[in-house]
């Protein structure tokens, strides 16, 4: 009996062991389920087979890589504008459905902007219609360009001090492999003095970013001109010149507020030594269409100046002659007494095609003094074999042959009438 009580009380201690675990697992099972509750969504989104999104891609992919010539953009609208109405750009693209107003378009290029739950294309956007313009002035030179020189130019009028900012040259054509540049710049036309840069080691292009101040009162400023020299360095230490940028300040706008920023190719120099009385540049186009004639007065160099004489300006005088009959004539501004003026004038004549063979060009340099009649300095005729011969001749043939395209020339002036 003692035996049958202790194996009825084994059996009953071990059915309520057994019932206390179970209670405290279940009171456990519901204290984690109430730290976690879950929420029904009201507005679930609409999931969409992973296989066909990739598949959606891929070919998305390939219609971009086959229109790669308009590389768009998706403009997305993000969830939190949902609530607003939007009309889309292209007429590929769905209109916003009010029952689903999350729903993704399957039109359209496809992007990781897909992944945002709830965002959808309106549209596409364009990125070539939002770069900036290009400056050709770094890319464009035209066959046969020595280089190519930037700087900018300021006038401060109370001090009647001339800003000069050399910024950079590019493209330079050295007559070696190697080139170590620098520039040198007048304020014509004093060309005894002037401003020297640092020199720029091995380099085609180099960078400046100097500036420099020439003193000029403003009742001159407007008569004066910038004359930049680009040199180069060999390893002798000998100066060569690649090329020269003539700026006249007459047709600038020079005030403290406005700070011109200008790019110029460069010229080559004319190294012949000037002639007996000197010499002109200009340059001549005829238009066939519109029957005009066109002189670019350009600058004149080593001029024999009446030193007897206070000098008040020099000008050049061009007249259309025909038959050696007089037919109309303009001048250049005067520039004072300088043996180097440089005027950049254009001036049009009317003349008829077929006149060309009788007609021709008269361009004389004049000095006009105080009390005295004007005193002629130097003159060139240009025109057909009637009238020329030489460099003359070979100029009015280039324009002919030429139309509607500037020719420029030096020539020697002669003292003849």
Known sequence: TEQAVAVAGGIIGGILLFALLGITAYLLWKKFCHLFPYEKLINPVKTTNENA??????????????????????????PTLHGRDWSHLTNEQQVQDESDPYMIPQAGPRSSFHSLAGAYVVGTINPDLYKSPEDKSETD???????????????????????????????????????????????????????????????????????????????????????????????????????????????????????????????????????????????LSYNDYLGRLTVVV???????????????????????????????????????????????????????????DTASLSLSVLQSSKGEKTLLLGRVVVGPFMYTRGKELEHWNEMISKPKELVKRWHALCHSM
Not at 58 to 70: D, G, H, P, V, Y
Not at 199 to 206: D, F, H, Q, S, V
Not at 227 to 232: A, D, N, W
Request: one cysteine or more; a positive charge.
């Open 53 to 78: 999104i990739f598949q959606e891609q891929a070919n998305s992919e390939i219609q971009l890589k086959s229109t790669s010539r308009s590389r768009s953009v998706p403009f997305i609208i993000p």
């Open 141 to 283: 030179f035209p066959e046969g360009n020595i280089g190519r020189l930037w700087f900018s130019i300021e006038y401060e009028q109370e001090s009647e001090r001339l800003l000069v900012s050399l910024i950079k040259v590019r493209k330079l054509q050295p007559p070696a492999d190697s080139c170590s540049p620098f520039v040198k710049i007048y304020l014509l036309p004093d060309e005894r003095s002037y401003l020297q840069s640092k020199t720029k080691r091995k380099t085609l292009n180099p960078q400046f970013d100097e500036n420099f101040v020439f003193q000029v009162s403003s009742k001159m400023l407007l008569q004066r001109t910038l004359k930049f020299l680009v040199y180069h360095v060999d390893k002798q230490k000998k100066h060569h010149l690649l090329g020269q940028v003539i700026f006249p300040l007459k047709n600038e706008a020079l005030t403290e507020d406005n700070k011109l920023v200008i790019w110029r190719d460069l010229e080559k120099d004319n190294l012949e030594p000037p002639s007996e009385y000197g010499d002109i540049q200009f340059s």
């Open 298 to 356: 350009l600058r004149a160099r080593g001029l024999k100046l009446q030193e007897e004489s206070p000098a008040v300006g020099v000008y050049v005088k061009v007249s259309l002659m025909n038959h050696n009959k007089f037919i109309k004539s303009k001048k250049t501004a005067a520039l004072l007494g300088t043996p180097n003026p440089v005027y950049n004038e254009t001036f049009s004549f009317k003349a008829d095609q077929t006149e060309l």
